[in-house]
């Protein structure tokens, strides 16, 4: 019986009389009637056992929960998405926080606490997807074939997210009926292969023609796109993605009463986060392009007021701050992927096919249908050319995930100099200049996985 439950009970069962109790026997009495061994039991109300679980509302929770997952690693956390961006160059560090200006500075240690979140979050929701899929197919057989799938999304989104801004040697681990199972180090080659294998498996369960179907049909196409270019198969990348609709998105929603658009909070609502401009040399110019895929605007100016952006500067109090207009409130929805992307992917495919006009005709069908953009010229050789590609990619998919990884790929695929693509020279605080760091080491944390070499990056290479 717990406590308090006792309490009320001695309460409304002894005699009083003016407030005094008057039969303190009665109360030994009361006491000797409860089994002592009750206060030992505690039912901890977080704690979720296998067994909690075995039923076909157990399963769709967890498959709820896995969602609610993602939504964490990625726009509802200080997740990858956010924090690859501050690596690169979509972001430029506003706080004084050692850990975040390390990412900024690029010379991450091993002890970094936001890599170290991002990642909890990430492996989270993968296990948590993971999990999820059995129980579905066990206690739910006749569940929608896009409810599996989407879990398959989410480890092929996350899987692919780590291989992009981790160095070699990333380890998924599980958890199986409440037990560990450690995994070992897996080359990034590997993880981007799991990641395919994940994609494949929801595509082949999504059948359907309902907006559910269509919805996660589209996200896993637009994921094996992705993962195709990472592993260097233009030609192959562009087919995954011919289906999905320029217009289509995959939405993260927000809401005060559950968990706010972080990218309005890190950058609008504490500063912590500068639109970047020119950062270190070889940054694009996100703050001050003009862009209407981007619109941004300088902290306490009157476009910024409007949004209750009243900062100026950034924690340096000399450094102008700006602000996104992206994202203005938190409970403003998230396009974690969009169909702009499949025809980013087209024509790349199409100039590493030698095909220049097919490429520049591709990108411009694509700006047609985004307001305020004027078509673009053909940039004069294959360098301009591809760096006039991967500017479209950085303002179309700003924030979503995506730049540093594609900076790896200029590096990967592209034979570019680290230090002609990445922020460079002196950093733009006291403190030194930018280091060489091109993706994040594995978390210390990671050592106290036992599989021999868990924990340790097998090389920092792109």
Same mark, same amino acid.
């Given at each position: 019986m717990p406590v308090q439950t006792l309490l009320r009970a001695l309460r409304s069962r002894l005699p009083r009389i003016a407030g005094r109790t008057l039969a303190p026997a009665a109360a030994a009495l009361l006491l000797a009637a409860?089994?002592?061994?009750?206060?030992?039991?505690?039912t901890d109300p977080d704690l979720v056992n296998p067994a909690d679980v075995q039923s076909a509302a157990g399963a769709d929770a967890v498959r709820l929960g896995a969602l609610r997952r993602f939504n964490a690693a990625t726009s509802g956390g200080e997740s990858f998405l956010v924090l690859g961006g501050l690596f690169a160059d979509e972001w430029i560090n506003g706080d004084s926080f050692i850990a975040r200006q390390e990412i900024d500075?690029?010379?991450?240690?091993?002890e970094n606490s936001f890599v170290l979140g991002a990642a909890r979050d990430l492996h989270r929701a993968t296990v948590a997807a993971q999990q999820a899929i059995?129980?579905?197919?066990?206690?739910?057989?006749?569940?929608?074939?896009?409810?599996?799938?989407?879990?398959?999304?989410?480890?092929?989104?996350?899987?692919?997210?780590?291989?992009?801004?981790?160095?070699s040697g990333i380890v998924?681990?599980?958890?199986?009926?409440?037990?560990?199972?450690?995994?070992?180090? !897996?080359?990034?080659?590997?993880?981007?292969?799991?990641?395919?294998?994940?994609a494949d498996s929801g595509l082949?369960?999504?059948?359907?023609?309902?907006?559910?179907?269509?919805?996660?049909?589209?996200?896993?196409?637009?994921?094996?796109?992705?993962? !195709? !270019?990472?592993?260097?198969?233009?030609?192959?990348?562009?087919?995954?993605?011919?289906?999905?609709?320029?217009?289509?998105?995959?939405?993260?929603?927000?809401?005060?009463?559950?968990?706010? #658009?972080?990218?309005? #909070?890190w950058s609008n609502n504490t500063a912590r986060y500068s639109v970047g401009n020119t950062e270190g040399q070889n940054g694009l110019n996100f703050a001050t392009a003009g862009d209407p895929r981007l619109p941004t605007c300088q902290g306490g100016d009157v476009t910024c007021r409007a949004i209750s952006v009243t900062r100026t500067n950034r924690d340096d109090l000399g450094t102008p701050f700006w602000a996104q207009r992206l994202w203005t409130g938190p409970e403003t929805s998230f396009a974690v992927l969009i169909g702009a992307e499949a025809r980013l992917i087209e024509a790349e495919a199409q100039l590493r096919a030698?095909?220049?006009?097919?490429? !520049?005709?591709?990108l411009n069908a694509y700006r047609a249908t985004v307001a305020g953009l004027t078509p673009l010229t053909d940039a004069g050789s294959d360098a301009a050319?591809?760096?006039?590609?991967?500017?479209?990619?950085?303002?179309?998919?700003?924030?979503?995930?995506?730049?540093?990884?594609?900076?790896?790929?200029?590096?990967?695929?592209?034979?570019?100099?680290a230090n002609t693509v990445f922020p460079t020279g002196t950093w733009?605080?006291?403190?030194?200049?930018?280091?060489?760091?091109?993706?994040?080491?594995?978390?210390?944390?990671?050592?106290? #996985?036992?599989?021999?070499?868990?924990?340790?990056?097998?090389d920092r290479n792109p």
């Open positions: 409860c089994d002592p061994g009750e206060f030992l039991v505690v500075q690029r010379v991450v240690t091993i059995p129980l579905i197919q066990q206690y739910v057989p006749g569940a929608p074939g896009w409810q599996v799938a989407e879990m398959y999304l989410v480890q092929a989104y996350l899987e692919n997210l780590a291989a992009e801004v981790f160095c998924f681990s599980t958890v199986e009926n409440g037990t560990e199972r450690y995994g070992g180090p !897996l080359t990034t080659a590997q993880v981007y292969a799991r990641a395919l294998a994940h082949a369960l999504v059948s359907g023609a309902t907006a559910n179907d269509v919805r996660v049909r589209s996200a896993l196409q637009l994921v094996r796109g992705r993962i !195709l !270019l990472n592993q260097n198969q233009p030609a192959a990348a562009a087919q995954a993605v011919a289906a999905v609709p320029t217009t289509y998105q995959y939405l993260q929603y927000h809401a005060l009463t559950a968990s706010s #658009n972080n990218f309005w #909070n030698g095909n220049a006009s097919g490429a !520049l005709t591709t050319r591809v760096s006039q590609l991967f500017r479209e990619r950085a303002f179309a998919l700003f924030g979503r995930g995506t730049r540093m990884g594609d900076m790896r790929r200029l590096v990967r695929q592209y034979s570019r100099p733009h605080k006291p403190g030194g200049s930018y280091g060489a760091d091109v993706n994040f080491p594995v978390p210390f944390a990671e050592q106290n #996985n036992p599989t021999a070499g868990a924990g340790v990056c097998l």
